[in-house]
Structure formats: structure tokens, C-alpha cells
């Protein structure tokens, strides 16, 4: 395994002066502070807090105390406690979808078809049954190639059968429906609870976050969309939602499609998921650090996928992280072992 050293040497070899030098524009015209002083501060914020130029942005640093920088899950302390927490040779569960539906198939409530081992005949008949199917790539993440289709747009399931042979989908799955009260909020995807849980030495898993995150734009997933925290005792959306590029800063208090409020809201289901991520956080107790994507439906939550790289940013942004203190306390309490 890399050390640190290397890991950075790497990064820094890997690394888009161009990329780095227009965050630092973006500091200047957000802070106000001059460039030289934050070129210096980004790098001494590298060095000492193990942030990405990203996450400078991010997290809006140049407002933070020394001592509410280092709370922070930055993106080298990220990969660190991915690292510390998973063993990889488990993580193919979480990384292929097929294998996925299979491991969960308790917890997904949901049909699928595994489209290396299904028959044409498999294939043809889930389309016969069905007015709406979503397809998924096998190890792409964010929604990446997925897409949703409607079977009526298909002369036949022979037609079907050919497209999603040519489109190389892993699985085909039910889509699943939103609670009513959600879908009004944004109908055009399943809008879901990522759920962050830590599994303990003593083999115990405890979910330490809760988003709840909405689709914008069209969109059939909810990734880049809108999301923000939610309470872990009673379920109720705490701030403004941000918007999926957490670099931009932006913060909404109603959903630009609905228009409904946001803050305060009620999320159907909310706490139920949480206990749901901790009951599956078990299943692979080596992967001990997972990030779950749960639907919340008419009938309870329902896991569309765990992530073993979890996002490290959309817990502890700006406007949404009182007194500016980041997620590493909470991980220290649940896994104090793990040095930062």
C-alpha cells in the first residue's frame, strides 16, 4: 500500500494546474482575500489537513479557525479511512451492480435481471410484465449510463432485447415508485436517503448521517441534484439544500420544480432508513464504511446501492454544518482506533 508521501506525489502528478489555479479564482471572487495569500493557504491546508484545492472550495476554508479545519473529512483523510475501514476483496459486492441485487436482494425489494447469466427469453418476458424499466451500467457510479425506459416506445421485446444488448446494461430492474409525498416534491426520479453507516470494533453498525437528496433539471437520478441533512431522531430536512456541484456555493429553500419548501419538511420514512442501513451494514461486515442510497416508497425505504467510495463532502458543507465543525468527531466516536 502507498504511503502518504507517495499518495501525494501522486496526486500532484495526476494534478490539473489549470483545474487548481481556476478554484483559486473562485476563492478570490467568493472570499474577497487576495490570491497570493490563499494560493499559500490552500497549500498549507493540504499539508496540514490533508485537503484536495477542491475542498478548500468546498468547505469554504477561508472562513474556518485552524481548529475547525482539522474536524473536517478531507479528501486524502478520506481515502485514508476507506482504506483503514474496507477490505477490498469484498468490495466487489458494492462495486458491481448484479452482484449487489444478489448479496441485498432482502433489502432492494425490488426485481431484477442479471443480464450476463438472464436468457433472451428472461429478458423478453420482464419486458412483457412491465411499463417502465430502469437499466444500469455494471460498475459505472452517479447514475452514470443509466436510463429509464418506458416499454410501450418499443415495437416489441425483441426490439428491447436488442437495445439493451447493444447499450451493454448489467441489470434491468423495477423502478421504483416514490412516496406520494415526495414525488411531489420531484417526480422524475427516485429521490433517496444516502445514508452514511460505520460498522465498530465491536462489530456494531451505527448510521451517523442522513441526506436526503432530489433530482433537478429533468433528471431521471437524483446524483447533482439538490440534498441537504436531515435529523437522525425525527426525519425533518434541517437547512437550505445544496445543489450537486458543492463547489458552486448555491443553496435553495424550495425545490425549483415544485416549489416546495424544503426546510422543516417531513421526509417520509426517513428514520425507518436509517435503522434499514444498519440492518445491511451487516450483511458484508467487512466493508465496515459504506455510503447506502435508499429509496423511500409508499411502503418504507428500499436500497438502491451501497457505495464503497463514499462522498466525502455533502455532510459537512457550508450552511449545513453548525459552528463549522466537520464529520471527523463523529467518526472518532464511533472509531476512535483510526489516526488522522
Same mark, same amino acid.
Given at each position: 500500500?502507498?504511503?502518504?508521501?507517495?499518495?501525494?506525489?501522486?496526486?500532484?502528478?495526476?494534478?490539473?494546474?489549470?483545474?487548481?489555479?481556476?478554484?483559486?479564482?473562485?476563492?478570490?471572487?467568493?472570499?474577497?482575500?487576495?490570491?497570493?495569500?490563499?494560493?499559500?493557504?490552500?497549500?498549507?491546508?493540504?499539508?496540514? %489537513?490533508?485537503?484536495?484545492? &477542491?475542498?478548500?472550495? $468546498?468547505?469554504?476554508?477561508? +472562513?474556518? /479557525?485552524? =481548529?475547525?479545519?482539522?474536524? !473536517?473529512?478531507?479528501?486524502?483523510?478520506?481515502?485514508?479511512?476507506?482504506?483503514?475501514?474496507?477490505?477490498?476483496?469484498?468490495?466487489?459486492?458494492?462495486?458491481?451492480?448484479?452482484?449487489?441485487?444478489?448479496?441485498?436482494?432482502?433489502?432492494?425489494?425490488?426485481?431484477?435481471?442479471?443480464?450476463?447469466?438472464?436468457?433472451?427469453?428472461?429478458?423478453?418476458?420482464?419486458?412483457?410484465?412491465?411499463?417502465?424499466?430502469?437499466?444500469?451500467?455494471?460498475?459505472?457510479?452517479?447514475?452514470?449510463?443509466?436510463?429509464?425506459?418506458?416499454?410501450?416506445?418499443?415495437?416489441?421485446?425483441?426490439?428491447?432485447?436488442?437495445?439493451?444488448?447493444?447499450?451493454?446494461?448489467?441489470?434491468?430492474?423495477?423502478?421504483?415508485?416514490?412516496?406520494?409525498?415526495?414525488?411531489?416534491? %420531484?417526480?422524475?426520479?427516485? &429521490?433517496?436517503?444516502? $445514508?452514511?453507516?460505520?460498522? +465498530?470494533? /465491536?462489530? =456494531?453498525?451505527?448510521?451517523? !448521517?442522513?441526506?436526503?437528496?432530489?433530482?433537478?433539471?429533468?433528471?431521471?437520478?437524483?446524483?447533482?441534484?439538490?440534498?441537504?441533512?436531515?435529523?437522525?431522531?425525527?426525519?425533518?430536512?434541517?437547512?437550505?439544500?445544496?445543489?450537486?456541484?458543492?463547489?458552486?456555493?448555491?443553496?435553495?429553500?424550495?425545490?425549483?420544480?415544485?416549489?416546495?419548501?424544503?426546510?422543516?419538511?417531513?421526509?417520509?420514512?426517513?428514520?425507518?432508513?436509517?435503522?434499514?442501513?444498519?440492518?445491511?451494514?451487516?450483511?458484508?461486515?467487512?466493508?465496515?464504511?459504506?455510503?447506502?442510497?435508499?429509496?423511500?416508497?409508499?411502503?418504507?425505504?428500499?436500497?438502491?446501492?451501497?457505495?464503497?467510495?463514499?462522498?466525502?463532502?455533502?455532510?459537512?458543507?457550508?450552511?449545513?454544518?453548525?459552528?463549522?465543525?466537520?464529520?471527523?468527531?463523529?467518526?472518532?466516536?464511533?472509531?476512535?482506533?483510526?489516526?488522522?
Amino acid at each position: 500500500m502507498e504511503n502518504k508521501f507517495q499518495y501525494y506525489l501522486r496526486v500532484f502528478k495526476e494534478a490539473s494546474f489549470g483545474k487548481f489555479f481556476k478554484v483559486l479564482n473562485t476563492a478570490h471572487e467568493r472570499s474577497g482575500k487576495n490570491r497570493v495569500f490563499l494560493f499559500f493557504d490552500i497549500l498549507n491546508c493540504m499539508r496540514k %489537513y490533508g485537503a484536495g484545492y &477542491n475542498d478548500y472550495v $468546498i468547505f469554504e476554508f477561508w +472562513d474556518l /479557525k485552524p =481548529e475547525q479545519r482539522d474536524t !473536517y473529512m478531507t479528501r486524502f483523510r478520506s481515502k485514508k479511512f476507506i482504506m483503514f475501514m474496507n477490505d477490498h476483496d469484498y468490495a466487489h459486492y458494492f462495486d458491481n451492480k448484479n452482484e449487489f441485487n444478489v448479496k441485498f436482494k432482502d433489502f432492494i425489494k425490488r426485481e431484477c435481471i442479471d443480464m450476463e447469466t438472464a436468457s433472451r427469453e428472461d429478458v423478453i418476458n420482464f419486458f412483457n410484465t412491465r411499463k417502465k424499466i430502469f437499466c444500469k451500467m455494471k460498475d459505472l457510479t452517479c447514475g452514470i449510463g443509466a436510463e429509464k425506459l418506458i416499454t410501450e416506445d418499443f415495437k416489441d421485446g425483441e426490439e428491447f432485447y436488442k437495445y439493451v444488448q447493444e447499450k451493454g446494461f448489467a441489470t434491468l430492474e423495477d423502478v421504483i415508485d416514490n412516496h406520494p409525498d415526495i414525488d411531489k416534491i %420531484y417526480p422524475f426520479s427516485t &429521490n433517496t436517503m444516502r $445514508i452514511i453507516t460505520l460498522v +465498530d470494533a /465491536k462489530g =456494531e453498525a451505527h448510521a451517523i !448521517y442522513g441526506v436526503f437528496k432530489m433530482g433537478i433539471n429533468g433528471r431521471v437520478v437524483d446524483n447533482y441534484g439538490l440534498h441537504g441533512p436531515v435529523d437522525l431522531e425525527t426525519g425533518e430536512f434541517l437547512y437550505p439544500a445544496h445543489s450537486g456541484d458543492t463547489t458552486a456555493g448555491r443553496h435553495y429553500t424550495e425545490h425549483p420544480y415544485s416549489h416546495t419548501p424544503l426546510v422543516g419538511m417531513k421526509v417520509p420514512y426517513a428514520v425507518e432508513a436509517l435503522r434499514f442501513a444498519e440492518k445491511a451494514a451487516l450483511v458484508v461486515p467487512q466493508m465496515r464504511y459504506v455510503g447506502w442510497d435508499v429509496a423511500l416508497t409508499p411502503d418504507g425505504p428500499a436500497i438502491i446501492e451501497g457505495n464503497n467510495y463514499c462522498a466525502h463532502d455533502f455532510w459537512q458543507l457550508p450552511g449545513q454544518t453548525p459552528g463549522g465543525i466537520g464529520i471527523m468527531p463523529t467518526i472518532k466516536k464511533y472509531i476512535p482506533e483510526f489516526e488522522y
